[in-house]
Each structure stands twice: as structure tokens, then as C-alpha cells.
């Protein structure tokens, strides 16, 4: 708890003033999984924006107290090219449109894809670091990730069956960042099991013959949840906080923390 307080006092300190107030500089971000590794290696003033995801609590990864003492955009050029910052950080998904008007108004831009592992999570961190100016920021942040893995992973033992469900019957599959931290603290993975490879759809009827040794959902109460509830009785339900769904990065930690934490209880 102690350590929890200092983070956020260090996240939210000489923020009385809004960062991005000024006119013009700074790092601007449209990329949520990019405020919540940004906001633990850069002063606030040098941040012009965060994305909009950052600020609404079912798609934020930073303690939404933070996430609003910094200016909130939707990432459309307009917006961001009114704000003149040094860096724009953005998804790979970004429109062609969007990231052509960011060219023509001469920013410098830095596209970020979906890290599949934690490595390849940690390598995004190191890139975010050098591009802001931040390097040792990044490496402190991997290393906290590094002694996380160290101290999660399970060796040895079962590998107890488990699906993962993001939202409603939104199952998440291999290769991805989930799976990697599911197998890295012991889980089996069981997706693949009723034929889901890639994270996608998968009903609680789909489940009932064959249930896994513990389903993990992201939310409390929900018409999945409860379907899931009644229709598997005797399967264990626990809850993993979609917060720590959204992003890896500085997540992986109490992620990797909370999962090890639902397979010693069962």
C-alpha cells in the first residue's frame, strides 16, 4: 500500500498547473497502452496530451485521478496538429489519412504496434523511452518487469486448464501478451481446446461439456458472467480487473502478480 501511494505521488506531483497548458512542445498521445508508460518517465509539463481512452475507466491502465490532470484528446489531426507537440506517439492503427495530415503539418510521428509477448513488450518500452529522451525511465520500468517474471513464473507443478475472457464471451487466445503471462505464472492456456487460436468469441454453451479448471473474467457482473455462473456451477470463477487487461508495459507486474494469485487458490 505504502508503495502504491509514493507511485501515485510521483505521477500526479507539480501537476497544480494541467500539463500541456502551454502553447505548443511536448509529447503528445493518442495510444493508452503509450500514457501509461509516459506518465512514469517524463515530468508532467512534458506532456502535451493523453488519449481519451486514458480517462475512461473501463479502457484506462493509470489511476484515473492521474489520467485527469492531463489534457484528454480523441487523437484526430485537428486537435493534435493544434497543439504543435515536438512527438506524436500513435497506434499503427491509425488511419493513413490521419497519420498523412500529421506528415503534410511536418510532426514527428511514432506508430506503435500490439506487443505479443513481454518481450516484445518490453522492447515498445524501450522504444517509447529513447524516443522521448527518457531512456532510464524505460529501463527501470523493465526492469520492475524483469523481477516480476522472476518471481511469478512457475517452474514446476500442474498446469491447471484456464480461459481468460476480456469482456462478455471475448476469450483471449495464443499469441498474445495474455497468453504469454497465463503460461509464464503456470496456466494452460484452454482456448485452443474449443478450437479459438486467435482471441475471439466463445460462449458459455460452448464451454459446459468441457469446462476449463478455472474461468477468469474481467468483469464482476455481466450477462456473460452470469450465464457462465449458472451454466458451470462448479467451475471457478475469479475475477482479473479489465485495468489490467488493457496494456502491458509497467501492467505486466501486478498482472503477472494477480494471475500467479488465482492459480495458488485453486
Not at 522504444?127 to 517474471?149: L, S
Request: charged share 15%; net charge positive; proline share 8%.
Amino acid at each position: 500500500m505504502r508503495r502504491g501511494a509514493i507511485l501515485l505521488a510521483l505521477l500526479i506531483g507539480g501537476c497544480a498547473t494541467p500539463p500541456g497548458a502551454g502553447v505548443g512542445g511536448g509529447i503528445v498521445s493518442t495510444n493508452p497502452c503509450v500514457d501509461s508508460v509516459l506518465v512514469r518517465i517524463l515530468p508532467p509539463a512534458r506532456i502535451a496530451a493523453i488519449s481519451h481512452y486514458s480517462q475512461d475507466p473501463s479502457a484506462t491502465s493509470i489511476p484515473i485521478v492521474v489520467a485527469r490532470r492531463f489534457r484528454g484528446i480523441a487523437g484526430t489531426a485537428e486537435e493534435v496538429i493544434a497543439l504543435h507537440p515536438d512527438l506524436v506517439i500513435a497506434s499503427t492503427y491509425t488511419p493513413p489519412a490521419t497519420q498523412a495530415a500529421y506528415a503534410r503539418a511536418g510532426l514527428k510521428m511514432l506508430l506503435v504496434g500490439i506487443p505479443d509477448s513481454i518481450s516484445e513488450s518490453q522492447a515498445q518500452v524501450t522504444q517509447i523511452a529513447e524516443a522521448v529522451g527518457a531512456p532510464m525511465g524505460g529501463a527501470r520500468i523493465n526492469a520492475e518487469i524483469d523481477r516480476a517474471v522472476a518471481h511469478w513464473s512457475s517452474k514446476n507443478g500442474p498446469s491447471p486448464s484456464a480461459l481468460l475472457y476480456i469482456s462478455g464471451d471475448l476469450a483471449t487466445g495464443g499469441s498474445t501478451l495474455l497468453n504469454d503471462m497465463m503460461t509464464r505464472v503456470g496456466f494452460r492456456n484452454a482456448a485452443a481446446t474449443y478450437g479459438l487460436t486467435h482471441t475471439g468469441t466463445l460462449s458459455a454453451e460452448t464451454i459446459v461439456t468441457e469446462p476449463p479448471a478455472v474461468v477468469i473474467a474481467s468483469e464482476r457482473a455481466s450477462r456473460g458472467t452470469t450465464l457462465r455462473r449458472r451454466l458451470l456451477p462448479n467451475t471457478p470463477q475469479a475475477v482479473f480487473p479489465r485495468v489490467l487487461i488493457n496494456c502491458g508495459g509497467p501492467t505486466i507486474p501486478p498482472a503477472l502478480e494477480r494471475l500467479a494469485a488465482i492459480r495458488a487458490g485453486l
